[in-house]
Nanobody, 124 residues
């Protein structure tokens, strides 16, 4: 069974940092674009950041640009989201996703594989 497994979520105070990780099981995703999305209570799932299969191109939602950094591990199979200067508006369940086309997209419809999500809570 193919899975994406997120980790690293938790409770942090405003201004703090967290690093999320996404590791696959069941297959390799080194040729896939990877992305992070998030969903806050009562809101739709929204794009956060994406990276192409090489790790050479990244793009971000305006709300996180300059605070969050997406990257891939050395084997390109793991993806990370470094989140700095967190604020309560960043509170959400964060999901990792994989897109076989490799270029990356801001649209959730482009992604074929999804993780179960990890909760990030930022207190004021």
């Amino acid at each position: 069974q193919v899975q994406l497994v997120e980790s690293g979520g938790g409770l942090v105070q405003a201004g703090g940092s967290l690093r999320l990780s996404c590791a696959p099981s069941g297959r390799t995703f080194s040729s896939y674009a990877m992305a992070w999305f998030r969903q806050a209570p009562g809101k739709e799932r929204e794009f956060v950041a994406a990276v192409n299969w090489e790790g050479s191109i990244t793009f971000y939602a305006d709300s996180v640009k300059g605070r969050f950094t997406i990257s891939r591990g050395n084997a390109k199979n793991t993806v990370y989201l470094q989140m700095n200067s967190l604020n309560p508006e960043d509170t959400a369940v964060y999901y990792c996703a994989a897109d076989r086309l490799g270029g990356g997209s801001r649209s959730s419809n482009s992604y074929e594989y999804w993780g179960q999500g990890t909760q990030v809570t930022v207190s004021s």
